[in-house]
Nanobody
Framework: QVQLVESGGGLVQAGGSLTLSCAAS????????MGWFRQAPGKEREFVAT????????KYADSVKGRFTISRDYTQNTVYLQMNSLKAEDTAVYYC?????????????????WGQGTQVTVSS
């Protein structure tokens, strides 16, 4: 059974940095695409970044491009989201997700597995 466990959220001042981790377990993720989404209070869950586990190609939401970086560590079976130059509007619960597909997707409905989420709060 696939399990995704996020960590690394917290409170940070605007302009600061945080790194989120997603520990993935339950099977080989070679044929998977991993994603990060976020959901602010009263808003829909929105796409942040995605990365193909094997090929390594990536895609970012325009709102985070140049500030966030998605990466993965084969040995640790972990996906990371490095977040720099954080803004108040980045405040949300961040979710790690996995899709049984090799092509990238910004659509949350294409993802099959989700973590429990980790809160990121950016104070202005």
């Amino acid at each position: 059974q696939v399990q995704l466990v996020e960590s690394g959220g917290g409170l940070v001042q605007a302009g600061g940095s945080l790194t989120l981790s997603c520990a993935a377990s339950g099977r080989s993720f070679r044929s998977y695409t991993m994603g990060w989404f976020r959901q602010a209070p009263g808003k829909e869950r929105e796409f942040v970044a995605t990365k193909n586990w094997s090929a390594g190609n990536t895609k970012y939401a325009d709102s985070v491009k140049g500030r966030f970086t998605i990466s993965r560590d084969y040995t640790q079976n972990t996906v990371y989201l490095q977040m720099n130059s954080l803004k108040a509007e980045d405040t949300a619960v961040y979710y790690c997700s996995a899709a049984v597909r090799t092509s990238l997707s910004e659509n949350k409905n294409d993802y099959d597995y989700w973590g429990q989420g980790t809160q990121v709060t950016v104070s202005s």
